[in-house]
T-cell receptor
């Protein structure tokens, strides 16, 4: 089976712009979660989608949003980018809900905001 | 809510030496426990997991971990470290409330 894929792998944006990241889960997986990883804050949970519904959300501002499509592919969007949004954004998929199933991670999208 | 503590930010061991990475968790019930490894610029790879049953679990790359309920710990061990094991290691705790918490990570350096 193919693993979790994320596109693009690298992005450079400027402050105020918006960005959309894409994640394709492992075939058959219905849960997709997003994490932000930075040197200072570590791995922080953004949100989880399961069967096209957001099931859980971390402590991030409303500028961070996401969605999941019927084929389980997911996108996350960050609007009005700030310098502090520079990070590695990781997507993970699992058969079931976060916390109860093994999550499989993609390689990440590295976002640099200038 | 559950939490995870990895007390060691950075550990250095010599190649061939044994390794133990510590992980302590806080959760009211029996948690789902995971260890992941991350190489620079990469995503996380699952090393092993504990859901129930035998408290000593074997993982990939020769790693094992032991769940000790009395100590709320899930330490990762490897009897002989290889240079390719240099990476960052994350302990994670899952609960039945759609929540997953990761520790801050332990960076492992392997000396030749």
């Amino acid at each position: 089976k193919a693993g979790v894929t994320q596109t693009p792998r690298y992005l450079i944006k400027t402050r105020g712009q918006q960005v959309t990241l894409s994640c394709s889960p492992i075939s058959g997986h219905r849960s997709v979660s997003w994490y932000q990883q930075t040197p200072g804050q570590g791995l922080q949970f953004l949100f989880e989608y399961f069967s096209e519904t957001q099931r859980n959300k971390g402590n991030f501002p409303g500028r961070f949003s996401g969605r999941q499509f019927s084929n389980s592919r997911s996108e996350m969007n960050v609007s009005t980018l700030e310098l502090g949004d520079s990070a590695l954004y990781l997507c993970a998929s699992s058969l079931g809900l976060v916390g109860q199933e093994t999550q499989y991670f993609g390689p990440g999208t590295r976002l640099l905001v200038l | 809510a559950q939490s995870v503590t990895q007390p060691d930010i950075h550990i250095t061991v010599s190649e061939g030496a044994s390794l133990e990475l510590r992980c302590n968790y806080s959760y009211g019930a029996t948690p789902y426990l995971f260890w992941y490894v991350q190489s620079p610029g990469q995503g996380l790879q699952l090393l092993l997991k504990y859901f129930s049953g035998d408290t000593l679990v074997q993982g990939i790359k020769g790693f094992e971990a032991e769940f000790k309920r009395s100590q709320s710990s899930f330490n990762l061990r490897k009897p002989s470290v290889h240079w390719s094991d240099a990476a960052e290691y994350f302990c994670a705790v899952g609960a039945g409330n759609n929540d997953m918490r990761f520790g801050a990570g332990t960076r492992l350096t392997v000396k030749p």
